[in-house]
T-cell receptor, first 117, second 114 residues
């Protein structure tokens, strides 16, 4: 009954390779996110999709390309992996806003620990 | 300088102590203030949420926001070993669409010892 799931949990790969991380949520949320958490635990947003449409696109290298086949899935493809891409990548989802002063809680997945050698 | 500053710790306290965790921020547009708890090798989970200034209490946890000083706090009373985790403050500006763009602090690692 996992709410937000990610695969794989661990990913070890060589520099220059291309890899994908998958995320699925069964909460019925419309909005999904990708975050990167570096070795110092700093968590930074990368992308957000709402119902398959890209709505947040932070300053991220073009080597990172998100794809949302439907509103329950958000995948992250990374080309030409570099050492600096080593981090934990978190997927999150959130429900629609309840009102103008509301906050839509983001539910995080367990993370994918990427190590680039 | 980061938009949100948070002391990374680690902070070690004995069981039963009162813990005070803090963040400062520079963006006056921030309206929503959250505290997330992250256990080792897990994703963050929302602990407390406050809109604008004021206090909010939930069991042993109290969140305070002082927008005039751009300073937020999380207090944990009667701390327990199970509170040992990294605590991340997060903030966002007024919602204008369908997504909240959260800006996180670096997190404070808390260790509660027996």
């Amino acid at each position: 009954d996992t709410a937000v799931s990610q695969t794989p949990k661990y990913l070890v790969t060589q520099m220059g390779n291309d890899k994908s991380i998958k995320c699925e949520q069964n909460l019925g949320h419309d909005t999904m996110y990708w975050y990167k958490q570096d070795s110092k635990k700093f968590l930074k947003i990368m992308f957000s999709y709402n119902n398959k449409e890209l709505i947040i696109n932070e300053t991220v290298p073009n080597r990172f390309s998100p794809k949302s086949p439907d509103k329950a899935h958000l995948n992250l493809h990374i080309n030409s992996l570099e050492l600096g891409d080593s981090a934990v990548y978190f997927c999150a989802s959130s429900p629609p806003l309840a009102g103008p002063n509301s906050y839509n809680e983001q539910f995080f997945g367990p993370g994918t620990r990427l190590t680039v050698l | 300088q980061k938009e949100v500053e948070q002391d990374p710790g680690p902070l070690s306290v004995p069981e039963g102590a009162i813990v005070s965790l803090n963040c400062t921020y520079s963006n006056s547009a921030f309206q929503y203030f959250m505290w997330y708890r992250q256990y080792s090798r897990k994703g963050p989970e929302l602990l407390m949420y406050t809109y604008s200034s004021g206090n909010k209490e939930d069991g042993r946890f109290t969140a305070q926001v002082d927008k005039s000083s751009k300073y937020i706090s999380l207090f944990i009373r009667d701390s327990q070993p199970s509170d040992s985790a990294t605590y991340l403050c997060a903030m966002s500006a007024r919602n204008t669409g369908t997504a909240s763009k959260l800006t996180f602090g670096t997190g404070t690692r808390l260790q509660v010892t027996l």
